[in-house]
């Protein structure tokens, strides 16, 4: 039998699902030699090599905005991915299963047909990132009912209504916990005169970021070089300037539900009040999220379980039902 691969090629993370579970998650990033654009590195490896490289070598993403951007950087990152999950008898190509967003273009859809043919696949199929994330999160999606879900990545967040087995309405925007950093780049700048890294930001959102503001104003230390000076120079940053200065952020995303909800057909919208919104993607981890919206959109709005790995899993569902789910994926061989 052939081998089945389920895989969300993200803009930040790829997660692998292979042999009845997720087999990893790595960082998308390719680290290249600069003189001969050998690899170097990929994944943890080359994510580790991050801010730390020598001019000898280049580090790349191959997805940017949830699609493709760089083809033959995607084809040997998952090439080697894929490398890691055969053993050496294994005679026959796998079967891939790729996420692509409910937003993407029949082109971006094409190439992830194509990157994961070249990759090795026997047969490729891709499904809507919005619909597998419904399915990992356990959602009821086959019914007749609405069910909502919020996919937030690091560059997209895509909100959808499904029923039926498929997609009814969907939003699409390029924002998402990137730009929630950006944001936190940017008040550090203007505010504090200090400039930080991406690893820096990210720590401040984990750590002390709030999409709703309580009486919890925690503080955080955090180290970055003085913007007139050069120098390397402390700053305590808070809870409450790091809500005020990602608030514009919340509002976008706030924004992504409601269009979708607009778009939904009337005889479904009492479902989604009673069904609630379910968050999935690594981005909704942000915390309080759920209540943030909740608030904005007055529907009460859930967490999945492992919400990074809701589309990997969902993906692997489809690919194990191809029958069930025909009408919601696209292939080719
Ligand atoms: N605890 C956390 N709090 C806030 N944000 C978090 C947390 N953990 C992860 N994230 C964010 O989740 C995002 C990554 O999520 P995910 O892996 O789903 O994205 P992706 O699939 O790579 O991106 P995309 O779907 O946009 O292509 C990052 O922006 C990261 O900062
Ligand atoms: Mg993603």
Redesign the pocket.
């Known amino acids: 039998m052939r081998r089945k691969i389920a895989v969300?090629?993200?803009?930040?993370?790829?997660?692998i699902w292979s042999n009845g579970s997720v087999a990893f998650?790595e960082p998308?990033i390719v680290v290249l030699s600069a003189s001969d654009e050998r690899i170097v590195a990929i994944g943890n490896e080359a994510h580790e090599m991050l801010g730390k490289t020598p001019e000898t070598v280049i580090s790349i993403r191959p997805?940017s905005?949830?699609v493709i951007s760089d083809f033959s950087i995607a084809k040997a990152f998952l090439k080697i991915q894929f490398s890691k999950l055969s053993q050496s008898f294994e005679l026959l190509r796998p079967d891939v299963m790729i996420a692509v967003?409910s937003g993407s273009t029949s082109v971006e859809r094409r190439a992830a047909l194509e990157v994961a043919l070249e990759a090795g696949a026997a047969h490729a199929y891709i499904v809507e990132?919005t619909l597998a994330a419904a399915i990992g999160a356990g959602v009821a999606v086959s019914s007749p009912a609405g069910n909502v879900i919020l996919?937030?990545?690091?560059?997209?967040?895509e909100a959808a209504v499904i029923s039926l087995g498929g997609v009814v309405a969907y939003e699409s925007k390029r924002v998402?916990?990137?730009t929630?950093?950006q944001a936190i780049k940017q008040h550090l700048k203007n505010k504090h005169g200090l400039i930080i890294g991406d690893a820096t930001a990210?720590e401040i959102?984990?750590k002390i970021?709030t999409a709703v503001v309580t009486t919890d104003d925690r503080e955080l230390e955090i180290s970055g070089r003085d913007l007139t000076f050069g120098m390397p120079r402390n700053v305590v940053v808070k809870t409450k300037e790091i809500h005020t200065a990602i608030s514009p952020i919340l509002e976008l995303l706030s924004a992504v539900v409601e269009s979708a909800l607009e778009k939904t057909p009337p005889e479904l919208s009492s479902d989604v009040i009673d069904k609630g919104i379910v968050l999935t993607?690594?981005?909704?981890?942000?915390?309080k999220f759920d209540k943030f919206l909740t608030l904005t959109t007055g529907i009460p709005s859930h967490l999945a379980e492992d919400?990074?790995l809701c589309?990997v899993r969902g993906a692997a569902v489809v690919l194990e039902n191809l029958n069930l789910w025909k009408r919601s994926i696209i292939t080719k061989s």
């Open positions: 969300d090629l993200g803009t930040n993370n790829t997660s998650t998308t997805i905005g949830g967003p990132a996919h937030m990545g690091a560059d997209v967040t998402g916990g990137n929630i950093n990210e959102k984990q970021a993607g690594g981005g909704a981890r942000l915390s919400p990074e589309a």
